[in-house]
């Protein structure tokens, strides 16, 4: 299944969006999506109507860290409860501010974990993509690393690099392209620079 995860209502458009974008491509697999209890009830019933959405409460994971960013102190490490969604073989994770363009079900034919490069640095990934097998023993030492671990930038992508710190030698397969995650930041140096992608 694809999946996604909302932490409040301001949400609701992008969640929309993006299912409706995965069923353009003609996609027929479901969407599972992770919300918080910080999510109304009015919101939930509007996508309870999407097509193949399944919708499914999960507790929230509070960062460990400062952050600056007001949409971290909300969702704080909840992204990490994919791995404990074991009644899934695989999940292909798509950030509810995401919008897919082409068919991307290939994705799921990948090797997991699998993640696609940050623009800065480019050593690590970004986690609005992530390919992943669900498995409780991974959530549990997730939770425990949680505390311990840093996070390069005060996040659930930071932490994620920490805990996953060699993907930058992992086997292509498990790197993915740019073209899977392309972040707001190169559209950014687009306009600043006509020509710079």
Request: charged share 20%; hydrophobic share 45%; glycine share 6%.
């Amino acid at each position: 299944a694809y999946a996604s995860l909302i932490t409040s209502d301001d949400f609701l458009m992008p969640v929309q969006a993006l299912v409706a974008s995965l069923r353009a491509t003609g996609t027929q697999l479901p969407v599972l999506l992770l919300h918080t209890d910080q999510v109304s009830t009015g919101v939930l019933a509007r996508l309870q109507v999407l097509p193949g959405l399944e919708l499914r409460r999960v507790e929230v994971i509070p960062t460990p860290h400062k952050t600056d960013v007001p949409g971290w102190v909300n969702s704080g490490f909840t992204k990490l409860q994919l791995w404990a969604q074991s009644d899934f073989a695989k999940l292909v994770y798509v950030d509810a501010d995401c919008l897919v363009l082409e068919d991307i079900d290939e994705l799921f034919h990948r090797p997991s974990p699998a993640f696609s490069p940050d623009v800065f640095p480019p050593d690590k990934f970004n986690a609005g993509v992530i390919v992943l097998e669900p498995r409780l023993d991974t959530f549990a030492e997730m939770m425990r690393q949680v505390p311990l671990l840093p996070s390069h930038d005060g996040g659930d992508t930071g932490f994620l690099n920490s805990f996953f710190p060699e993907w930058y030698t992992w086997p292509a397969e498990q790197r993915l392209p740019f073209r899977y995650n392309a972040l707001r930041t190169m559209y950014w140096f687009t306009r600043a620079n006509p020509g710079y992608w």
